[in-house]
Nanobody, 124 residues
Framework: QVQLVESGGGLVQAGGSLRLSCAASGRTFSMYVMGWFRQAPGEEREFVAAISWGGGKTTYADSVKGRFTISRDNAKNTVYLQMNSLKPEDTAVYYC?????????????????WGQGTQVTVSS
């Protein structure tokens, strides 16, 4: 069982930066693939980024590639999402997800554990 708690959301102007954090409980955090998803009002939840157990493999949605960076610190049981050059269309609730998978996952239904979400609002 893994419990996830996101933090770091807030209001930022377009072009600004935010870093989201997701703290995980459990002693086997290093064995979980971690992902970030987001959901804008009236939209379905969409994939943003994911990272492998050891952090050696990452993958991103095309819409955030080159602007967002996912990373993890297994010693701190935490995964991060550094978001730069933010745009108003990045406004959404951002969710952290975890799964005990051997491969990096990019679809919502493949993840077993979810955080409660953190709001990111980008003003124009």
């Amino acid at each position: 069982q893994v419990q996830l708690v996101e933090s770091g959301g807030g209001l930022v102007q377009a072009g600004g930066s935010l870093r989201l954090s997701c703290a995980a409980s459990g002693r086997t955090f290093s064995m979980y693939v971690m992902g970030w998803f987001r959901q804008a009002p009236g939209e379905e939840r969409e994939f943003v980024a994911a990272i492998s157990w050891g952090g050696g493999k990452t993958t991103y949605a095309d819409s955030v590639k080159g602007r967002f960076t996912i990373s993890r610190d297994n010693a701190k049981n935490t995964v991060y999402l550094q978001m730069n050059s933010l745009k108003p269309e990045d406004t959404a609730v951002y969710y952290c997800a975890a799964d005990n998978s051997r491969v990096v996952l990019t679809t919502e239904y493949e993840y077993d554990y979810w955080g409660q979400g953190t709001q990111v609002t980008v003003s124009s």
